[in-house]
């Protein structure tokens, strides 16, 4: 009976671990890059962009400049679940009402752990702008949050 009962609690235990991983980002930074920035030798010569390991997500693809949040993953892009859309709300130093910005996270994924999800164009123009607080997080297609990061001023009234 006590084999019985030690193999359920490590089934029940072994479950939860598995039905518990989430995804871990080990460094957040937010930064504002130009154009330049994602600029390879590679562009000269075929005109298309080379990305290298980075998976590089856009608010709007057509434009590169604009605020990046950046995160490096614990593990490959390519272990986050498929369909994901990243919800990030931000709250501008020109407006005092958060605006909410989802971009969707391309399934075509590289083997680099570094996620950029950028505000470009008309969604962040102003280079020297940083947000006053901030709200990330990363869901699947059913609303499921598997990442979920904010600033220190999110929070506070």
Request: hydrophobic share 40%; net charge positive; charged share 30%.
């Amino acid at each position: 009976m006590l084999i019985f009962r030690s193999l359920a609690i490590l089934c029940v235990l072994s479950g939860l671990a598995i039905s518990s991983q989430a995804t871990e980002a080990r460094f957040v930074s937010i930064r504002y890059l130009e154009k330049q920035a994602f600029l390879r030798i590679s562009e000269y010569f075929d005109g298309k962009e080379n990305k290298g390991s980075r998976l590089i997500c856009r608010s709007k693809p057509e434009s590169r400049a604009g605020l990046y949040l950046i995160l490096s993953l614990k593990d490959s892009t390519r272990k986050l679940p498929p369909d994901l859309v990243a919800r990030w709300q931000v709250i501008a130093p020109t407006a005092p009402d958060a605006v909410e910005h989802r971009v969707a996270v391309p399934n075509d994924r590289t083997k680099g752990k570094d996620l950029f999800v950028g505000l470009t164009g008309s969604d962040w123009p102003d280079p020297k702008a940083r947000p006053v607080a901030w709200k990330f997080t990363l869901e699947t297609a059913d609303g499921k949050v598997v990442l979920e990061r904010k600033s220190f001023l999110w929070e506070r009234p």
